[in-house]
């Protein structure tokens, strides 16, 4: 079927967001080899992959399940070119946070990060009434301290010897931002 994209909330000029589907698992796969990627991102260094175990992972989980919902990110090649994880929405409280995303080793700096996030925060300040949007990343981690810094989140504080890497201890920078600090640095 035709599909005219044009006038969908899930597209604009640089990517769209879309659910994953099972025939993603050889791209989530790809993404288990960056290894530098993953302690980022997933904040370990994880045991060796095991392909079939990460296949069945991904074709059989449904996303409800999962505690988190995950997103494909294309590129408007229609490439796969990231993936990104929404976590801990609290309606109660109107926060929601962090959004763990990865791109492509050779996809970065071309702006998908950034179109990401700016949908996805327009989506849950605009849609889900949430106030508050809070994240994190890992010291030394200058693409995502980058990324955060121009989607206009503010450190609120550093959380110290969180993680344990390459034989030492790694510390968290604690960032956060409300929908009017969004709107007014992404219009
Ligand atoms: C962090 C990450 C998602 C950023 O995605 P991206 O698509 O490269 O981001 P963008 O292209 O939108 O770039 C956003 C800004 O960061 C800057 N930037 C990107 N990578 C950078 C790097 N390694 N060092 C310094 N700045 C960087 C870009 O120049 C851009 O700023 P500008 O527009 O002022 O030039 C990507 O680097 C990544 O997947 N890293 C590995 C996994 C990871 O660390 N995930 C985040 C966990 S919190």
């Not at 494909?72 to 929404?86: K, T």
Request: charged share 30%; hydrophobic share 35%.
């Amino acid at each position: 079927m035709e599909i005219d994209y044009s006038k969908y909330y899930w597209k604009n000029d640089i990517i769209t967001l879309r659910q994953p589907k099972a025939d993603d698992w050889e791209y989530q796969v790809r993404c288990m080899f960056d290894s530098q990627a993953r302690f980022f991102f997933n904040e370990e260094i994880e045991m060796p992959t095991d392909v079939e175990k990460y296949k069945k992972m991904f074709t059989e989980n449904d996303n409800k399940d999962m505690g988190f919902i995950c997103f494909a990110i294309e590129n408007n090649d229609g490439r796969h070119v990231g993936i990104c994880n929404l976590f801990g929405v609290n309606e109660r409280n109107g926060i929601f946070g962090p959004i763990g995303i990865q791109i492509d080793a050779d996809e970065r700096g071309k702006g998908y990060g950034t179109a990401a996030f700016r949908m996805l925060g327009r989506y849950m300040f605009n849609e889900r009434r949430m106030h508050k949007w809070n994240s994190e990343y890992i010291e030394g981690n200058a693409g995502s301290a980058a990324l955060h810094k121009k989607i206009g989140f503010e450190i609120e504080g550093v959380r110290k010897d969180i993680y344990f890497h390459n034989g030492r201890y790694w510390n968290t920078v604690i960032v956060g931002m409300t929908e009017k600090q969004f709107f007014e640095n992404n219009k």
